[in-house]
């Protein structure tokens, strides 16, 4: 095994580097609005409307015309590919109005799951192909950086080493194109909701995912510093019978993550795999406050946990649209408090807020 490897061009390292600490600024997280036409179109059902292109762009419209204030706590913004070339009413492309609020535009490369042949029905996430010609354009229309999720899910007999395995080496060579051409990546190993699986089972699942995940990136000589991690919280499956305080949640995944992620990486941006509103919010807060070592920015990349009460409120009515995003400004300054360890359970009430967002086996 050669130990000769070169890194990144200096002012790329300086780049990279740059970004991915304004993402995990204090107090601020990310906001991400990625669901494929697919996943947006039963959305738009559950509020009477159409899966058109048109109303796909009404609602996203909705989330980056809020005001001003969205930047307070939103640092950056995680685009689907038909939204990187959407426009507003008035014609102004959505990245140049979250370019104006300072916000940072990423976009989602992985192109879901198929099936993982010979494996224990487990699945690997595809778009790999082409991905260098894909990263070179959203970077010329304004992205910063990607995010790529494989998922993992627990059962008697998985995940399997297979997989595993399998999560490290597709995130890996991800993270490597993705800085070859700019962009900052963010790796998200996706330990699912999904199971009744004890709290214990999804910490020792979590720790081995990220241990082989770090191993697989330092391989392929991605430089960590101008990379975020997407990790799941460590709570027990859904079906488990005992729900785990936010002390316990905060813990065990503290104590994962000290196990498995380098301290170079500069932050990491929880995903919220179904958790109410409220729930992420106050697992973030005991996160940050939890008396453990803490060498990265941990804070929030919610696309449910933000967008549920918007949902509920917008109904697909324009006279609606102001109560909207006034629904998501609270949710967003919730969570960048959150991040800070300063929020207090119950202080932002949301119409959805206590509404579980899991879904079986679910996809963006």
């Not at 992985?110 to 690997?124: G, H, I, N, Y």
């Not at 199971?195 to 392929?220: F, M, P, S, W």
């Not at 949640?249 to 941006?269: F, K, M, N, S, W």
Request: hydrophobic share 40%.
């Amino acid at each position: 095994m050669s130990t000769t490897f070169s890194y990144p061009d200096p002012r790329l390292q300086e780049e990279l580097k740059r970004t991915a600490e304004a993402i995990v600024a204090p107090g601020k997280g990310i906001l991400a609005v990625d669901e494929t036409n697919e996943g947006i179109g039963k959305l738009l059902a559950a509020v009477g409307l159409q899966n058109t292109e048109n109303n796909r762009r009404r609602y996203r419209q909705l989330l980056f015309t809020a005001d001003d204030a969205l930047s307070e706590n939103v640092s950056a913004v995680i685009l689907f590919d038909e939204t990187v070339y959407q426009k507003t009413d008035n014609g102004q492309s959505f990245i140049e109005v979250l370019r104006k609020k300072n916000i940072i535009p990423g976009i989602k490369l992985d192109r879901d799951v198929v099936p993982l042949f010979l494996s224990e029905d487990e699945v690997t996430t595809q778009g790999l192909d082409d991905l260098g010609k894909r990263c070179a354009e959203y970077r010329r229309q304004g992205c910063r950086f990607a995010k790529w999720r494989c998922p993992l899910k627990i059962g008697e007999r998985t995940p399997s080493v297979q997989a595993v395995q399998d999560m490290a080496q597709v995130l890996a060579r991800y993270a490597s194109i993705c800085q070859s051409e700019g962009l900052v990546p963010i790796v998200e190993p996706d330990v699912l909701l999904d199971g009744n699986h004890d709290i214990v089972r999804a910490q020792q699942v979590t720790e081995v995912a990220l241990a082989t995940l770090y191993k697989a990136l330092n391989d392929h000589h991605v430089f960590l510093e101008g990379t975020l991690l997407k990790p799941n919280m460590v709570t027990p499956g859904q079906g488990y019978p005992r729900k785990s305080t936010p002390e316990e949640i905060a813990i065990r995944t503290v104590t994962a993550l000290l196990r498995g992620v380098p301290a170079a990486v500069p932050g990491i941006t929880f995903l919220s795999g179904g958790q109410s509103e409220e729930e992420a919010t106050l697992n973030l807060n005991a996160i940050n406050t939890v008396p453990l070592k803490k060498p990265w920015a941990l804070t929030f990349s919610y696309g449910r946990a933000l967008q549920a009460s918007v949902w509920k409120i917008w109904a697909g009515k324009d006279e609606n649209v102001r109560k909207a995003q006034a629904e998501l400004l609270k949710r967003t300054k919730a969570n960048g408090l959150a991040a800070q360890g300063r929020y207090v359970a119950g202080s932002v009430t949301s119409i959805a807020g206590d509404k579980s967002n899991y879904s079986a086996n679910h996809k963006y």
